[in-house]
């Protein structure tokens, strides 16, 4: 079976649009010639794509299917074509990953400071993400190497040990709650909060644990670290939930303290999530392969 990738890309866009018409649009093509690439194709495939109402248009089942493939064939496509121009410019092996805040944060820079020096013909694409976001992406091939945290299911894909760190609480000496042996997160939701942007995997990832509970998280500033935010804490500002390596760091200079938190959440299990460790490049395995030793290194059993 032959697909055209007009007809993808077509199918995409009258997908995003719910309208044939502005598909067509989209994809530069008069509506009669849109029709009859989506007829030939239905007929091709011998089951109907879409549904045709007054309304406009909406995907059958099928065409669900076939969109949600035809956006992870044309991601691939552009994957591709990105490589493609960076092999032409010199440049041998492009990784994509991506990582909770975490991780990108607090565990990624020395290693891949290392890996990059080692491998001076790599570049790398990296960004933050949720670990469900992370999985999605791996899957469908937009994501070379996920490090994903907490209890996301890893579907399909193989996933790798890597580390584990704890979400705690960080308060000023003297806040109310600095004398707490633990607390639930739902006492933490009483006071003003020091968070990460709202871009930031974390600051996600705390307002959706707050709206399973039906509060509201009150951040009362936001800021670009968690240096900054366990100054900005120190200060009484406001208390935060902070990665466990993070705020130890930085207690050990400013006045604040850790309070661990109850919530079975709160300990984040770190995997190294790929499709197939041996469809990588070799030089995609060489960066598998020392994470995994970076935590054993750091005292940390990642197999």
Not at 83 to 107: C, N, P, V, W
Not at 160 to 174: E, G
Not at 216 to 240: H, P
Not at 261 to 278: G, I, P
Request: glycine share 6%; proline share 5%.
């Amino acid at each position: 079976m032959h697909f055209d990738l007009v007809d993808l890309r077509l199918m995409v866009r009258i997908a995003e649009a719910n309208s044939l018409t502005r598909g067509a649009e989209a994809s530069f093509l008069s509506l009669p010639a849109a029709s009859t690439r989506i007829k030939n194709l239905e007929e091709s495939l011998g089951t109907k794509l879409l549904y045709r109402t007054s309304q406009g248009v909406t995907l059958t089942p099928p065409g669900q299917a076939f969109v949600h493939h035809a956006r992870t064939v044309l991601a691939q496509l552009e994957n591709l074509t990105g490589d493609m121009q960076e092999y032409a410019k010199g440049i041998k092996g492009h990784l994509r990953i991506a990582g909770s805040t975490t991780a990108l944060s607090e565990f990624l820079p020395p290693v891949l400071s290392a890996y990059l020096r080692a491998h001076p013909d790599v570049n790398i694409d990296l960004r933050e993400r949720l670990s469900h976001d992370i999985v999605r992406a791996v899957s469908e091939g937009q994501i070379d190497i996920g490090i994903v945290s907490g209890p996301v299911r890893t579907e399909a894909l193989q996933a790798i040990p890597y580390r584990s760190d704890s979400l705690v609480l960080v308060v000023a000496q003297d806040h109310p709650l600095a004398q707490e042996p633990s607390v639930p997160f739902t006492r933490t939701l009483d006071h003003d909060h020091v968070g990460l942007h709202e871009a930031s995997a974390i600051h996600a990832f705390l307002r959706q644990v707050s709206g399973a509970v039906h509060r509201t998280l009150r951040m009362r500033i936001e800021v670009g670290n968690f240096e900054t935010a366990c100054r900005m804490i120190e200060a009484g500002i406001g208390v935060g939930i902070v990665p466990l390596s993070s705020a130890k760091r930085h207690a050990e200079r400013l006045a604040i303290r850790i309070v661990p938190l109850q919530d079975d959440w709160s300990l984040r299990r770190q995997f190294v999530v790929v499709r197939q460790l041996e469809a990588l490049p070799p030089f995609g395995r060489d960066l598998v392969d020392l994470l995994v030793e970076d935590a054993r290194s750091a005292g940390v059993q990642a197999a």
